[in-house]
RNA sequence: CUGCCCGUAGCUCAACCGGAUAGAGCAACGGCCUUCUAAGCCGUAGGUUAGGGGUUCGAUUCCCUUCGGGCAGGCCA
C-alpha cells in the first residue's frame, strides 16, 4: 500500500512509544527546516514526555532504543530537548522514487474517496465577469483538482446569479432592444448599464420590469425564452473566459439559483414547521441565540421578505438541502468572499438545526481576501470601474508576449503567442493561488510577471529545462535504477518524495499555497542539481540516473502545475 | 456596540493543528555563461514578528489587553 514518508515515519515512531508504554501518543513528524537537523523530526516525545511527567531526553533515549527504521534512516539521533531528527537513506529514497515512476499516480495514495461538493467561481449571470471572481474561481478549481487526484469524488458546482429582481430588468430591457432590432448583448457590461439607467430614469419601464419578474417566476413562455436567451450569452461569456482560464468547469456544472425556486416555498414552510422560523416585523425570520445583533439580541437570519419574496439566504438553505439528499455530499466547500464568513456560518447553523446538513456532511466556508490594487486600495481601473477579467487576461497575455519577444527574438511569431498565453495566464493564477487566501493581497504586474523567483516562469522554466535535456537525450534507459550520491541529488529526491504530502496538506487545509510552495521548493532545487550535476555530459549509470531524476522532476512538476490549472511548455 | 480576518526585512509574501538560529522573492551590493536554456546559480546586507502582559522546557503560532487596517451584522448578494 503507497503511503507518504510522513505516513510511513509517523507509524514507525508511534509503534516505538507504545513499545515504551506510551500508549495513543502522537509522533508528529514534520519536515526539518535545516539540513543539520536531518530532513524530518519527532516532536511527539516532548509532548508524551510532558504527559507522563518524564524527563523529554531520557524518554527520547527508550523510543530510539525501540524505533526501527533501519531500511529507511541513514542516520537518526537525538537533539535539543528531545527531537528525533531523522535523515532519509539514499538507497531508501532512491526506491521511493522508483517507485513513483513506475505508477501513474507517481505514488500518491488515493485514500478512500469522499464525496466532495466545490461550490466555486459562482459569477452573477446578470453581469461580465471581473476580477473579483478571478479567486473563486481558480482557488475553487485548483482544490477540485486536487481533491480528484487524491481520489475523492468532486462534483463541482457553479452556483451562478441568475435569478432576482435584475433579471425582470434585463428581459424587460431585451424586449425593447429587439424591437428596435439592436445587436443587444455584445456587451453584457454596457447592456447592463443601459437597462439600469432606463429602470431609474423611466417609471414606466421600472413598472414593466417588475412586471417581468412576475411573469419569470410565473412561467411565462416569453419571458423565459429571453431570459434564458440572456442566460445562455452569458453563460457562453463565462465559458469563454474559463477556456481562456484553463478551468475545468462545464454547462452541467452549473446549477444556479432558479434550479432552487420550486424549493424555497418548500424550505421556510418546513422551517415554520419545524418552529424555527417565526414571523418577525413582517418577514420569516430564524433567531439564532449563537449570534448577537446590534441591540445585543438573537441575530435574525431572513429567510422571507416581507413582500414574500425569498433571498440568497434561503436559496443556500435549499442548495444544502440539495447537496445533502441528492448528491449525497460528505463535504461541501464554499469558496466564497471572505466577507460573507458570518453568513455562511449562521447558514450552517440554520441548516443544521432543521437536519439539512447531516451531521457526517462536512460544510466549510472557504473564504478568501479581496484583490487590491499597488496603491492598497481595492483594485479598480483609473476611472474607478471595475476591472473586466477578459481585459485583464488579455493585458497579462500583452504583456508576456512582448517579455517573451524580448527574450526570444528570433523565435516564430506563432511560438512567441503560445509561450505568452501560457506564461501569461499562468502568472496571473500563480500569482494568486501562492498567498495564503485567507488575506487580502496586492495584485502588481512586476512582480506576478517579473522573470524571476517565486512565480509561475519560474515554474515553467524549469519544467522547459528539463524538457530541453531529453530533446538532446538520444537515448535513455528508461529502466535504470537511481543512485544518489551528490547532496544536490539527494536534496532533489528528498523534494520529489514529498508531493503526496504537499498535496494532503492542501486538500485537508484547502489552501492551494501550500503546492505552490512545493512546486517553486521543487523547481528550486532542480535548478540546483542541474547547475551541479552535469546530465547529459555525465556518462554510464549516473547518466541514466540522472535521466531519471529529471523525468520524474518533469512529471511532477507538470503534473503539480495541472493541479493548479496552469500549463507547461517544452520551450520558452 | 458585537463578531470575523489581518499587522512578519524598504516592498510583495512564507513559516505545515507550539519546536531548535523566523525563511523566500523583489529592490541594493559582489561573484558565475568557449561546458545540458543566465527567465538560472552562488554570496553579502537587511528583523525587538505592531506594543505590552500571560500560559511553558519552548510562542510569529495559544489566552488577555492596547494601537492600527479591512470586513460583516433585519428584508442586496
Redesign the pocket.
Known sequence: MKQTLIELLDARVRAALNAVGCEGA?A?I?????P???DY?A?GV??AA?ARKMN?RALAEQVLAQLDLAEIASKVEI???G?I?ITIAPDFLAQQLEAALADEHLGVPQPASQRVVVDYSSP?LAKEMHVGHLRSTIIGDALARVLRFLGHQVIAQNHV?DW?TQFGMLTAYLIEAEQEGEVALADLEDFYRRAKQRFDADEAFATRARECVVKLQGGDAQVNALWQKFLDVSLHHCESLYAKLGVGLKREDVRG?SAYNDDLSVVVRDLQAKGLAVE????Q?VFLEE???????P??Y?VQ???G?Y???TSDLAAVRYRAGSLKADRVLYVVD??????FQQMFTVARKAAYAPESMKLEHVGF??M?GED?KPFKTRTGGTVKLAELLDEAEHR?FA??SE??SEMPEAQRRE?AHV?GIGSVKYADL???R?????F?W??ML??????A??LL?AY??I???FR?AENFDAAASIVLTEEAERQLALALARFA?ALQ?VARET?P??LC?YL?ELA?QF??F??A?????SEGSVRESRLRLCQLTARTLKTGLGLLGIETL???
Open positions: 502522537a508528529v514534520a519536515p526539518s527546516g535545516r543539520e537537523f536531518g523530526q516532536n516532548m509532548g510532558k523529554p537533539a535539543g530537548p527531537f531528527n452573477n446569479g432576482g439559483e418577525s416585523e413582517g418577514a425570520v449570534f448577537k445583533n446590534k441591540e445585543d439580541q441575530q435574525a431572513i421578505k416581507q413582500d419574496g433571498l440568497y439566504s471572505a466577507r460573507q464568513a458570518l453568513h481576501g479581496v487590491l492598497g508576456a517579455l517573451v527574450k526570444n509561450i506564461v501562492s498567498k495564503n485567507n488575506s487580502d493581497y496586492v502588481s512586476d512582480s517579473s522573470l524571476e523567483g517565486n512565480s516562469p519560474y522554466f522547459a529545462r524538457a530541453g535535456v538532446r504530502e496538506t489552501m499555497h501550500f510552495a517553486y528550486g535548478m540546483r542541474y547547475e550535476c552535469p546530465v547529459l555530459k517544452e520551450q520558452m
